[in-house]
């Protein structure tokens, strides 16, 4: 008779000590952040380690978790620390880092049948559709990212154009009129992927240009849908940007819905960050519109926090969401008891029948922090942004390169016209792992782009991060510098200074 095989410990209690000294370990990490290095190159060795063959033989659990200690832990993005500013990336908490840890406890799939995380599931959409003015009936659904709830939006609106015709039956060729969209030429790249993907094909999405500060021109839309009216095409779909990825801008909300209500089209606002600012009083006016959209995208991982991945797609029509996605199959009958009741499950809003528990994560820091204090930090960041914009409007080498509109800085060194000293001093800052910057590209030229979404990231780290920009440019430019005076602006628990 063959033994018995399970994957459960042999010895719980020295399992439970180790998995102990793992989590205190994990948040001595996370409380010494400001300690180490933004971010650190993995060394040959930590690389060599990934390129093993597949093991046949286990080996025992503290020997996996010291391997993790010392070539995983260490080399990071960095998007945790309060100096990580390069890109539009979350920096989690603790409480995101422990519901993670519970909810892959449960190990439930989230894909549908009768259990308590759908409903954690639809508590949030509920939220969501009372913090954004959605109808209470709102439908919504994770997703990985905004990327795909992107993606998701596009599908809903195509067989919303197309109708009774039935795209997802009869497929694009059985269908009458090109379908044809429009966003900003700020809007993110996953739209005309998203068109790619569709079958709807991106030279059909217009991209329409953007005033001085990157929000979507009016007039230009509706010229563009008149032109395409006139040639015999189906303007079906608008694409409305919270917070672009570039600089942050936020499109006209407002007059975009009534373009899009005047043309009867499809409004979806792609606010994977700025989506978010509607929570705090302060800033919800700067994405007034919002609550008339027909969907939106955004991510709960970025300026919410929760660990990723955490996505999100909200849609007003409940019915609308449902069509573009149901489909009946045997192993997903339905029943009046039991776990297979129910009616409407996330696998008919979604093409994934194997799910996490995303929600957990977002439910976690919901309640624990409260809509008002996330609020907060989500205005702490953009206070942070228009600190950083001064210190550049004063200074005498960098110069701005866009408004700030909500938390992303854009700026680039004075005379540097082919962007080399900017490059330079974003390599050497995230090398040196002072800072994190990025570049991008606004209209031809290179800028240094700093994005703060981070709840971590307060009035020193700002005022660090101009030391660094200044002792970085000096160093590119080869002069000599001091800044003895500011190496240690933190105090206890300090990011580390040093403009050597």
Not at 86 to 98: L, R
Request: glycine fraction near 8%; charged fraction near 25%; proline fraction near 6%.
């Amino acid at each position: 008779m063959s033994r018995p095989v399970d994957l459960d410990p042999d010895d719980w209690d020295a399992f439970r000590a180790e998995s102990h000294r793992a989590l205190d370990e994990m948040i001595d990490f996370l409380r010494d952040l400001r300690q180490r290095p933004v971010w650190t190159e993995p060394p040959p060795e930590a690389r060599e380690r990934f390129t093993r063959d597949l093991p046949q033989a286990g080996r025992d659990f503290p020997q996996v978790l010291e391997d993790f200690d010392r070539y995983i832990k260490p080399y990071a993005t960095g998007n945790i620390h309060p100096m990580f500013m390069g890109w539009a990336q979350g920096a989690g908490t603790p409480v995101g880092m422990i519901a993670e840890m519970l909810a892959a406890g449960m190990n439930s799939n989230c894909g549908g049948r009768n259990h308590i995380a759908i409903d954690v599931e639809r508590q949030i959409a509920k939220w969501m559709a009372q913090a954004f003015g959605f109808p209470q009936d709102a439908s919504g659904i994770f997703v990985t990212g905004a990327s795909m709830a992107n993606f998701f939006s596009l599908l809903v609106a195509r067989d919303q154009a197309y109708g009774e015709s039935d795209v997802r039956l009869n497929g694009l060729g059985a269908q009458s009129g090109q379908l044809i969209a429009y966003a900003s030429r700020e809007a993110h790249n996953c739209v005309r992927q998203a068109m790619e993907l569709a079958g709807l094909g991106a030279r059909h999405l217009r991209l329409i240009p953007s005033d001085a500060n990157r929000r979507l021109k009016i007039s230009a839309l509706r010229h563009a849908i008149a032109a395409d009216r006139a040639a015999g095409f189906r303007p079906f779909l608008i694409v409305g940007t919270a917070g672009t990825v570039d600089v942050g801008a936020i499109d006209p909300l407002d007059r975009l819905a009534d373009v899009a209500h005047t043309e009867d089209m499809w409004f979806h606002v792609d606010g994977a960050f700025g989506a978010l600012a509607a929570l705090s009083r302060e800033l919800k006016p700067l994405v007034k519109g919002l609550e008339r959209a027909d969907s939106v995208a955004f991510d709960f991982h970025k300026w919410l926090h929760a660990p990723y991945d955490a996505g999100f797609f909200l849609v007003r029509d409940p019915k609308a969401h449902k069509r573009a996605f149901a489909a009946n199959a045997a192993y997903l009958s339905r029943a009046p008891r039991g776990l297979a009741a129910g009616d409407t499950w996330p696998c008919d809003l979604g093409p994934d029948l194997s799910r996490g528990f995303r929600a957990l994560k977002t439910w976690f820091t919901i309640e624990t922090f409260g809509a008002a204090k996330l609020a907060e930090c989500i205005e702490q960041c953009c206070r942070m942004a228009k600190r950083l914009e001064a210190w550049i409007d004063a200074s005498d080498h960098f110069v701005m390169r866009a408004p700030v509109a909500l938390n992303i800085v854009c700026f680039a060194v004075k005379d540097d016209p082919d962007g080399s000293l900017a490059r330079e001093i974003v390599m050497e800052l995230h090398e040196r792992g002072e800072a994190a910057p990025s570049l991008t590209i606004l209209d031809g030229a290179p800028a240094i782009r700093a994005a703060i979404l981070n709840h971590r990231t307060h009035e020193a780290d700002i005022d660090a991060m101009t030391v660094y920009l200044d002792a970085a440019l000096r160093r590119a430019r080869k002069e000599p510098h001091d800044f003895g005076a500011l190496v240690e602006p933190h105090g206890p628990g300090k990011t580390r200074l040093s403009a050597d």
